[in-house]
Each structure stands twice: as structure tokens, then as C-alpha cells.
């Protein structure tokens, strides 16, 4: 499965916070090489999820419109959908929400969902040093070992150092992690990443400031001492 999601801009000074993880649950009829999971932050306050399930290379194509996995997809505890249709969505009392949907493949297509959620930095969070982002966790029932691909849309991702969770691809506007969906389940998974050069940037500039800051209060201090010299003459 893929998680994308897309985060909101924080001044370098603000600390981020930590991004919170959906679920997703996977029973297949058929193996499934890969899960990608999307999101987009398609205004100030609402996320959309999506996620998109790919059969092996050289796999035979279902029929058109045969149910091929079935999917359970769980936000954050206390983020709700935009949209909760009954049966298949159900929000429980302590807060957890979940979405049944049965994906079926369709002539030249992947089967894929879509879901909004009521959230803003929904899954990851970044600014000129540091970035912060959240595979989800994952719950496959079927044969194969599939790939989970999480995508966020984050512009220069490639300037971060995500050397804990490293990149498997960097574009301009978007980054993908890739992990394996072994013994059919994966925890949540963090990636954090920090953009060295900014880093230091900023670094120096707080010394700068410090220095200045020591000098006109020196300058201050001198002026003081001037004044109350004159004073006492």
C-alpha cells in the first residue's frame, strides 16, 4: 500500500509536530505486487487518501469489474472522513473511524479508493530544515509479499538527509519510501529528514544575532556608564 500524503509549511523555528499514522487492511483474492498509498492536502483543512493496488508482472488481468481485494482503511484516531456513507463507514465512541470499500480491476486500470479526511498536514509536516513524515500501518491477507510505497508530496525533498528511512525515489514535488509487507503486517514507520545546509544557515544566524545582540548591549552598557560619569562631574 501507499500512503501519500501531503504537509503543511512550518517556519524553521517551530517545532514539527508528530505526524500521526492511518491503517490500512488488505484481503486479496489474487497476489498483489504493490500498494501505493497517496495523499494530497487539497485545501487548508481537508486531506484526500488514496490507494492503488497492482498486480504482478505478467499477472493475468481479472475480469472487468471483479471485486479483487477487499479494503479497510483507518484514520488517525480522532480524524474524521469528510464523508461517512453506512454501512461501509463506521465511527466508533472513542474515536476511530474505518471505510469498507471491495476494489475491482477495470480494462487498462488498477483498482484504487479515494478518502477525504477533515485534516490539515494530514501524515507529515516539513519547513526549510527539518521534515517529518508517516508510513501507514498495514494488514494484508492474501498470497505474495507486497511492496507498500508511501508518497508525499514535498517540494526539494531531495535536500533532506532521510538516512534512517531512506528515499526510494526523490522528484522535484514529491517523494516515495519504500518497505516489503512481510509475515503480512508492518507497524507505522516514521521517516524524518533534515536539510544540513539550512540547518547550519540558521545556525550561524542565531550566532550572528547573539553576537549582535552582545555588542549593542555592550554599546548600551558603555553609554550607561558615560552617563553616569557626566553625572557625578
Request: negative net charge; aromatic residues 4%.
Given at each position: 500500500m501507499l500512503f501519500l500524503v501531503t504537509a503543511g509549511l512550518y517556519p524553521s523555528t517551530t517545532q514539527l509536530p508528530v505526524p500521526l499514522s492511518s491503517t490500512?487492511?488488505?484481503?486479496?483474492?489474487?497476489?498483489?505486487?504493490?500498494?501505493?498509498?497517496?495523499?494530497?492536502?487539497?485545501?487548508?483543512?481537508?486531506?484526500?487518501?488514496?490507494?492503488?493496488?497492482?498486480?504482478?508482472?505478467?499477472?493475468?488481468?481479472?475480469?472487468?469489474?471483479?471485486?479483487?481485494?477487499?479494503?479497510?482503511?483507518?484514520?488517525?484516531?480522532?480524524?474524521?472522513?469528510?464523508?461517512c456513507p453506512a454501512p461501509a463507514c463506521r465511527s466508533e465512541p472513542n474515536g476511530v473511524s474505518s471505510w469498507k470499500v471491495l476494489l475491482a480491476f477495470r480494462p487498462f486500470t488498477s483498482p484504487n479508493g479515494t478518502f477525504s479526511v477533515r485534516a490539515h498536514g494530514f501524515g507529515g509536516t516539513y519547513n526549510d530544515v527539518n521534515a517529518s513524515v508517516v508510513a501507514p500501518a498495514v494488514i494484508y491477507h492474501g498470497s505474495g509479499t507486497p511492496t507498500l510505497l508511501t508518497q508525499y508530496n514535498i517540494p526539494d525533498d531531495a535536500k533532506y538527509d532521510w538516512s534512517v528511512f531512506p528515499l526510494a525515489f526523490a522528484g522535484l514535488t514529491f517523494a516515495t519510501w519504500s518497505e516489503p509487507v512481510t509475515s503480512g503486517q508492518i507497524s507505522a514507520r516514521v521517516a524524518d529528514g533534515t536539510d544540513f545546509a539550512n540547518q547550519g544557515k540558521d545556525t550561524y544566524h542565531t550566532f550572528l544575532a547573539g553576537v549582535i545582540l552582545g555588542l549593542a548591549g555592550g554599546a548600551l552598557l558603555t553609554a550607561l556608564q558615560e552617563t553616569l560619569d557626566a553625572n557625578k562631574k
Open positions: 490500512l487492511a488488505l484481503q486479496a483474492t489474487r497476489p498483489v505486487a504493490s500498494i501505493t498509498y497517496e495523499v494530497d492536502q487539497i485545501s487548508s483543512y481537508v486531506a484526500e487518501m488514496k490507494v492503488t493496488i497492482l498486480l504482478p508482472v505478467g499477472a493475468p488481468i481479472p475480469p472487468a469489474n471483479t471485486p479483487a481485494v477487499g479494503l479497510v482503511v483507518s484514520p488517525p484516531i480522532g480524524t474524521s472522513f469528510t464523508t
